[in-house]
């Protein structure tokens, strides 16, 4: 005889109008429910042993029944406190084969889970249940689900309005620039810091590697990090600057300026538009397109759709989505954001996407593409009035590496002012005046120190990492026990001082903990500039997060420096210095616990460098209360901590021909360096 109490199907619910009813009634009317993937209770398995009931009073005269109470609902599934003790009891008594074939089919099943659960295990995406559950999927406590369910957050969705931001103030232009500066960088530390942890998890060159963008950007939605989603801006975004430099698609969208992923047209979709109207706002021009013109300040645009997965013309394209919304921006005289994509030399990525500022749409045709297909034109002009395109200066900055008399005739006073003592040549230009200061000082690659600092105590301990340093090393355990750097020779986060491989070390010479003492890596040129005197600009594309040069000079103890002062001699005081490394790398906004490094930590910084006879570029970079450079301490030849290296990091990506900018901390009579205005 079957058991008198139905097994609940998890696809089916009982209708609550009838299911008040008692079960040896009408059969109760079910609807089928799509599965749910979500912890939720299984129904009752019936116990493979008899298991003796005992006697209670139950105001129900049929013991073998559940109670008929109309209030009294059918037991829910989904709730874990609906199965009362009474309940448990009655559903308790004889097995059927019918429970028995259920009970193995959700054995076999869950077993079957588990086998594949297990291999997909150390991609951390699945759970692998116990043995003894009879659970089709992990069901957390009530404690964890309250967690879960706490600090999970809903990303903000795009806002549907247009709005135009126009006559800002200086202090409202300084304002969102810096959120945009902290904001990137952000970005890039998450995006580093995901990919170093990966490689620790899995290893190094084990399986594919993780999309350490994607997995940044993913982060600061999910913690309402992305910028101007409140509302969808028109024309220019405060704090981008025309020639800023992106290695990734969703850092466009992760600042506001191009808010899809993929497609290269970004527009308000009809749906959501007040007049019924899609509006574009920005396009990507990448070459992907074998129709698309670009002349610079005029571009041919082709719109979108048609292509393969090869990205090859295979339909006529439609006047609908992107295509119609750029109709209508120039039907009501909108303004484009124009992002340029190429392949450039040096770049972390395969393309690079500057910003090239603002264009019009002044015509738009239907004509037949190179492959024989209709498509989309639409004819864009540059806005005039606007800064250099950055992709311009980009190319002419790439002439002037290889052939810079023929780019700049004259204005050069040297093609190298550290007589090949540096690893790179340092231009010296000047277009403006007569003076040739930086002629006059004799080129230090390398911060002389005094000799007794190479007899401290502790000066002979190193590694004996033979193919390159573990996590495990003692150069590891002096900085804290992580490096400080990832694979590609990044720094991954600011700390008060890193300690590199240094001459008693048995690493090679491509060790990861190698990577500031092998000096300067980028072409610099000290110019002549009219807001700053002498300041230095990047000939080559920087990465965030990447080593530039040291800042050289002759170190004197506190003694000296006051003698020297007194003289009238260019001092730079390193303890004045202000702490951007403790920002590099700073977690706190997606990681609650996150603590910043405080170890190694060293005593106040009590000396100075002589700079009036003997210095390097990094002499020559101008002050700035927002720098893109950042001063990391380093040790590696000595371990005396009161006399490290001050050595240069990018904190954001540097494009070619932007001006390097320190903080340092105080702009007094010893720097003599001049601010940078913007």
Known sequence: MGSLVPFQDLNLLPDPSTSSSTTNAVTTTTTLLRPKIEPKLEPFDASLTPIQIPQLKDPNPNPNLLPSSPTTPFPDSNDPNSFTHSDSLALEPAVSSEDNVYSEFYRISEMFRSAFAQRMQKYGDVDVLDPDSRAIVPVPDEQQRQI??????????????????????????????????????????????????????????????????????????????????????????????????FFFRMELCVVGLHGQCQAGIDYLPSSQSSNGEPIATSIIVSGGYEDDEDSGDVLIYTGHGGQDKFNRQCNHQRLEGGNLALERSMHYGIEIRVIRGFKYE???????????????????????????FGVYKYRLIRIEGQPEMGSTIMRFAAMLKTRPLQARPAGYLSLDISMKKDNMPIFL????????????????????????IYHAAGGNMGCHCVSGCM????????????????????????????????????????????????????RLEVFRSRETGWGVRTLDLIHA???????????????????????????????????????????????????????????????????????????????????????????????NMMFPHLMLFAMEN???????????GVADEYTGKLSICN
């Open 148 to 245: 879960v369910a706490s600090t999970r957050q809903r990303y903000q969705k795009r806002s549907s309005e247009l709005v135009r931001v126009t006559n800002l103030s200086i202090e409202d232009q300084r304002y969102f620039r810096d959120v945009v500066r902290r904001t990137r960088m952000l970005y890039d530390s998450v995006r580093i810091f995901s990919v170093v942890e990966e490689e620790k998890r899995l290893g190094v060159g084990m399986g594919k590697r993780m999309r350490g963008d994607l997995r940044a950007a993913a982060l600061l939605r999910d913690r309402g990090l992305w910028l101007n989603r409140d509302k969808r801006i028109v024309g220019s975004i405060p704090g981008v600057y025309i020639g800023d430099l």
């Open 346 to 372: 040096g770049s972390l990525t395969t393309k690079v996407y500057v910003y090239d500022g603002l264009y019009k749409i002044v015509d738009t045709w239907f004509d037949v593409g190179k492959s024989g």
């Open 429 to 452: 230009f000047n277009d403006i005046d007569s003076d040739y200061e930086p002629l006059y000082y004799e080129y230090l690659a390398r911060t002389v120190f005094p000799a007794f």
């Open 471 to 522: 996590e495990n090393c003692i150069c590891a355990q002096k900085n804290g026990g992580d490096f400080a750097y990832d694979n590609s020779g990044f720094l991954l986060r600011g700390k008060p001082l890193i300690f590199e491989c240094g001459a008693n070390c048995q690493c090679p010479p491509n060790c990861k903990n190698r990577v500031s003492q092998k000096g300067l890596r980028n």
């Open 545 to 639: 997060g990447a080593f530039i040069c040291e800042y050289t000079g002759v170190v004197l103890t506190r003694e000296q420096a006051q003698i020297c002062s007194m003289s009238g001699d260019s001092l730079i005081y390193p303890g004045r210095f202000t702490e951007r490394w403790a920002e590099w790398g700073d977690l706190t906004q997606i990681y609650p616990d996150y603590v910043r490094p405080t170890y190694p930590s060293i005593p106040p910084l009590d000396f100075a460098m002589d700079v009036s006879r003997m210095r390097n570029v990094a002499c020559y970079i101008s002050h700035s209360t927002c720098p893109n450079v950042l001063v990391q301490f380093v040790l590696y030849d000595h371990n």
């Open 654 to 664: 540097i494009p070619p021909m932007r001006e390097l900018s320190l903080d340092y």
